[in-house]
């Protein structure tokens, strides 16, 4: 990620992993490192057909958008582009 994180804990305490793990988990196609595309085709490949959230952890989340609407709305294009690419 750009700026690495320094190998130091964090005013809360959080060690390097923690911190990855409770700041850098944004949404799909909004960053990050998962491959969700490829997780998401896996899952579906199971038969499995149930609902499908998004956990984001996002410490950056304040910066980037202007209230929980234009976050909900972003949240739900990006899981129905990974669909789309998933069917496709």
Same mark, same amino acid.
């Given at each position: ?21 409770? =700041? ?5 196609? %909004? ?8 997780? *998401?085709?896996?899952?579906? $490949?199971?038969g499995f057909r149930g609902w499908l959230s998004v956990e984001v952890f996002d410490g950056k989340g304040p910066e980037k958008y =202007? ?5 909900? %709305? ?8 990974? *669909?789309?690419?998933?069917? $496709?």
């Open positions: 990620m750009t700026p690495p994180l320094k190998d130091e804990t964090d005013e809360e305490g959080l060690r390097p992993r923690g911190q990855w793990s409770h =700041d850098y988990r944004p949404l799909p196609y %909004d960053g990050g490192y998962l491959p969700t595309v490829d997780f *998401l085709k896996a899952t579906l $490949g199971t =202007d209230g929980m609407k234009p976050f909900a %709305d972003k949240a739900m294009k990006s899981i129905e582009k990974m *669909l789309q690419e998933a069917e $496709g």
